[in-house]
């Protein structure tokens, strides 16, 4: 009856502590038998409030770490750091948390250089879990834009329909859409299929 395992999907789950502190302590004092997991951001975890999650029976936080330097992360916005990355990880491992990385590479101005930042953080991080998406700069957005001044982007057809889990249609300025895909898969193969 009912269901046994939840996943909480708000990528700012862990900037509402007063509402974790809440969920979490209703679930132990009730003696609730479940387990879940939730999205969160690395600048807003501590040591308090992982502790009462794994009490309550979280068992794993998916973070967007994205890219691998903070310079990429103060371009793409991100408003968090490599340091940050680090800290939550760390925190999440002493607590028994698993970690669901997620990373993003091909933005209209990476060289190799730079995404093979991002895979060194991917390796450096060692979670649990990882995904590599592919930017793809949806219409109206600034990424559209900056792609668009970089010449990548003709006509609106080069990305119109496009969405999170569809085949993306557009390299950067230094490294074509093929050589990107090449170098997602052989990461993925490489992360999963490493000696732990």
Known sequence: KGFKELFIRDFNFTT?????????????????????SCEGRVNEVDEEILTLMKKAGCYLIAFG??????????????????????????LCKKYGLQVYGFFMIGFPWETEKDIKETINHI?????????IHIAIP????????????YGLISK?????????????????KYVDLEKIKKIRKKTLRKYYLRPL
């Not at 390796?123 to 995904?131: A, D, R, S, T």
């Not at 609106?156 to 950067?172: A, C, H, M, R």
Request: hydrophobic share 35%.
């Open 65 to 90: 770490f994205e890219v691998g330097t903070n310079e990429a992360k103060k371009k793409i916005n991100k408003m968090t750091t490599i340091e940050q990355d680090i800290q939550a990880r760390n």
């Open 123 to 131: 390796f450096k991080l060692n979670c649990e879990f990882i995904e």
């Open 16 to 36: 509402k502590k007063p509402y974790i502190k809440e969920l979490c302590n209703f679930i132990i004092d009730n003696k609730i038998k479940l387990v879940w």
């Open 156 to 172: 609106e057809e080069d990305v119109l329909g496009k969405t999170y889990f569809s085949e993306p249609t557009i390299g950067t």
């Open 138 to 149: 949806y219409i109206g957005t600034k990424l559209y834009q900056i792609a668009k001044d």
